[in-house]
Each structure stands twice: as structure tokens, then as C-alpha cells.
T-cell receptor, first 114, second 114 residues
Framework: EAQVTQNPRYLITVTGKKLTVTCSQNMNHEYMSWYRQDPGLGLRQIYYSMNVEVTDKGDVPEGYKVSRKEKRNFPLILESPSPNQTSLYFC?????????????FGQGTRLTVV | GESVGLHLPTLSVQEGDNSIINCAYSNSASDYFIWYKQESGKGPQFIIDIRSNMDKRQGQRVTVLLNKTVKHLSLQIAATQPGDSAVYFCAENIDSNSGYALNFGKGTSLLVTP
């Protein structure tokens, strides 16, 4: 089954404790991205990657890092999480880069930073 | 900056009626638009898309209309069913030399009542 898989689905952590949210897709997609979803603000892009070893900032990259060592994986790293990073996070992938194609989303990761 | 917005944050319709969800966009360079449906606890799912060289596209029970003159997008759902209850997002594709980004609206919550 074609899918985007995120882990964990739920995470509660403390301020300053490094964490990684994993994202994996099995569709051989080139393009992957991370979004955060907050009430009243909709979905905002954090980082995106056009291909292996190619990453770039989205609209709200502060406090986040990403890596793209393999095509299928695109982990989101919070080196020192803060309470304002409490949010619902979605990973997405799509086949193309400069193509008009739909994005496939993971199930989401609900992160709480206390 | 330019943004995608939605006219109504919530919409309540009776089962069997038609639903219309509206979206305004302001970026005249946008060339591709997508509607996503997000059910509670799930990631956004693709519903239908439309390119800027079209003004109407139909799917199964859904129709998207694009009016480039007034920069307006709408999603029409025919014979709305309880399973259509969800939050609906419009998104615009902003193509650039560094890749493409999906700019999401803040969402409209559709509630279908029996």
C-alpha cells in the first residue's frame, strides 16, 4: 500500500530534550516536506526537500532541522524543543518537484513540549 | 505576503443538500490549486485539483470552480453525506526555481446534519 508513515503518532517531551520525528514514504517520491498545523493558522511549511541531499527552508523553519540521506526518509529534528513547538506535524511527499501534483500526507504526529 | 484564505470557517448543511466551500487567493502567479479533506485524527487527503488553464473540473460528487478574474476557488459537494463531515483546505501551488510550495488556507469545517 502506498503511504507516508510518521512516527511517533503522539509524543510528550520536556523543553530542551532533543527529539526526532521520522517520516518514510514507499512511493519513490522525489519531493518531501514537513508542515505544522496550529488552530487558526492552518498548515504551514517547515522544510522541504526536492531530492536526496537537497533541503530548503519553508515558511517557519526556526527551531527545526531536517536531513535527506535517502530518498524514502525525511526526519524532522528538534534539537532543543520549546513549548511553542507544541503542534500537530505532518510529513508529505509527492512525485515531482516543479510539477503540479498532489501531496500525500502522513497521519500526523501530535507533539507536546512541556 | 500573499496568502490563500477561506470565506467561512464553519459550514453546516443537511444530509442530501449540496455544499459549497469558498476560497479566495491573492497570488496571481499561482498555477495549480488543490482541495484537501481532513477528517478528525487524520492527515489531509487529496480530493480534487485544477490547473489555472481550466475554470471547472468535476470528480465523483465534487466539482471545483476557478474564477481567475476575481481569484476565487470553490468546492461543490453534491448530495452531501455524513462522511463528508471534515475540515476542507484549499491550497495553491506556487512554482518557483527552487521547487514548489503548497500554500494552504486556514480551513473550513463542514458539518453534515441528518
Amino acid at each position: 500500500e502506498a503511504q507516508v508513515t510518521q512516527n511517533p503518532r503522539y509524543l510528550i517531551t520536556v523543553t530542551g530534550k532533543k527529539l526526532t520525528v521520522t517520516c518514510s514514504q514507499n512511493m519513490n517520491h522525489e519531493y518531501m516536506s514537513w508542515y505544522r498545523q496550529d488552530p487558526g493558522l492552518g498548515l504551514r511549511q517547515i522544510y522541504y526537500s526536492m531530492n536526496v541531499e537537497v533541503t530548503d527552508k519553508g515558511d517557519v523553519p526556526e527551531g527545526y532541522k531536517v536531513s535527506r540521506k535517502e530518498k524514502r526518509n525525511f526526519p524532522l529534528i528538534l534539537e532543543s524543543p520549546s513549548p511553542n513547538q507544541t503542534s500537530l506535524y505532518f510529513c508529505a511527499s509527492s512525485p515531482g518537484v516543479s510539477m503540479n501534483t498532489e501531496a500525500f500526507f502522513g497521519q500526523g504526529t501530535r507533539l507536546t513540549v512541556v | 505576503g500573499e496568502s490563500v484564505g477561506l470565506h467561512l470557517p464553519t459550514l453546516s448543511v443537511q444530509e442530501g443538500d449540496n455544499s459549497i466551500i469558498n476560497c479566495a487567493y491573492s497570488n496571481s502567479a499561482s498555477d495549480y490549486f488543490i482541495w484537501y479533506k481532513q477528517e478528525s485524527g487524520k492527515g489531509p487527503q487529496f480530493i480534487i485539483d485544477i490547473r489555472s488553464n481550466m475554470d471547472k473540473r468535476q470528480g465523483q460528487r465534487v466539482t471545483v470552480l476557478l474564477n481567475k478574474t476575481v481569484k476565487h476557488l470553490s468546492l461543490q459537494i453534491a448530495a452531501t453525506q455524513p462522511g463528508d463531515s471534515a475540515v476542507y483546505f484549499c491550497a495553491e501551488n506556487i512554482d518557483s526555481n527552487s521547487g514548489y510550495a503548497l500554500n494552504f488556507g486556514k480551513g473550513t469545517s463542514l458539518l453534515v446534519t441528518p
